[in-house]
């Protein structure tokens, strides 16, 4: 394909004027900039049937950059046109069930994101820091033909619910997110098989190189230990904002038991994570650096979730920081601040 060359604004504009061609006057018809995790900030076309009070957000960046890469400006108003009419809400969602708790509880999820990239973001909503990750809740939405829509909840919810305690929200979450969003566990060569993203190619590439470049391989030579252990992919059945499942109850204490082993648990985005089993040979260093390479090179901004891996000790059912290569010292501090930071649920 032939790179295009109209400019972002002219983009934006030429497609919102197209998009307000399509649909009758009643219909409000925007722009808008959204604040997203990390602190990145994307253009959304918002599309408000007269009926309706909420709509999907379609994000233009990612379409402008398809543009630019020689996608036609016809065939991209069409794939937006096509994805408004798959994800609106319908029926319509009434607003006014947001006011009531006894409603949205039913509906209320729990989610994971980096501490220090959404300094902003925290500020205006409800949060459990959890290591060096914060939980941040949701509404997840499903419409007649199972697709999810979610709203992250603000302090102004809580105002208008009550104020229930962040513990309230944690132990609902806690049955919910579970139930309505389903694990997923499987070894990382069938996902693969599926037309992986581009982060997990990444890391399954990373992982499988020969030693001693691989991190999780043995610093050693030998044939028989050539191999890479065994990786799998923890997420939900959703594909959204998987790296939660790490909360689920018991869920790492069972994959832990079935293993047979400590875990490594490396985060893949804030979608998912990968597992794969601990041994005292690795370094955490090269564990680190291959997150880092993978965030940088290959997966958006917006879905980072760490730039570390993380510990999940079987003994003591915590997860905490990986242990640092040779300290065992250390490894106990981790351990002990981990116990201090383990959420109970109310």
Not at 312 to 318: A, I, V
Request: proline share 7%.
């Amino acid at each position: 394909m032939t790179a295009n060359h109209m400019s972002y604004p002219d983009f934006k504009n030429k497609l919102l004027t197209q998009i307000r061609r399509e649909f009758s006057p009643d219909y409000d018809i925007r722009i808008s900039s959204i604040l997203k995790t990390n602190a990145v900030t994307l253009d959304s076309l918002m599309i408000y049937a007269p009926d309706c009070n909420l709509t999907p957000n379609i994000y233009l960046n990612y379409y402008y950059g398809r543009y630019e890469k020689g996608l036609s400006f016809d065939a991209i108003f069409k794939e937006i046109l096509d994805c408004y009419q798959k994800r609106r809400t319908d029926p319509p969602f009434d607003v006014e069930r947001f006011a009531d708790f006894a409603y949205i509880r039913h509906h209320l999820v729990f989610r994971l994101l980096k501490q220090s990239d959404n300094q902003n973001l925290l500020l205006d909503i409800p949060h459990i820091d959890f290591l060096d990750l914060a939980i941040v809740f949701a509404i997840l939405l499903e419409d007649q033909e199972g697709h999810h829509a979610s709203v992250l909840i603000h302090k102004s919810h809580l105002k208008a619910w009550g104020n229930p305690t962040m513990q309230d929200l944690l132990a609902i979450a806690e049955f919910n997110t579970p139930r309505l969003l389903p694990y997923t566990f499987q070894p990382m060569e069938e996902l693969l098989d599926q037309a992986p993203a581009p982060e997990e190619k990444g890391q399954a590439d990373l992982l499988s190189s020969s030693c001693p470049d691989d991190p999780l391989a043995p610093s050693c030579p030998d044939s028989d230990q050539l191999a890479s252990p065994p990786l799998f992919v923890l997420g939900n059945q959703a594909r959204l904002y998987g790296a939660a499942t790490i909360l689920y109850p018991e869920l790492l204490s069972d994959i832990a038991g079935k293993l047979s082993c400590d875990l490594i648990v490396i985060p893949s985005s804030i979608h998912e994570v990968l597992i794969t089993p601990y041994t005292s040979l690795m370094c955490q260093k090269s564990l680190d650096d291959m997150v880092v390479q993978v965030n940088t090179a290959q997966v958006p901004r917006e879905d980072i979730l760490s730039d570390h891996v993380y510990f999940f000790s079987r003994e003591q059912g915590h997860l905490c920081l990986a242990f640092p290569d040779g300290n065992r010292e250390e490894s106990e501090a981790l351990r002990q601040e981990a116990e201090r930071m383990t959420i109970v649920p109310a």
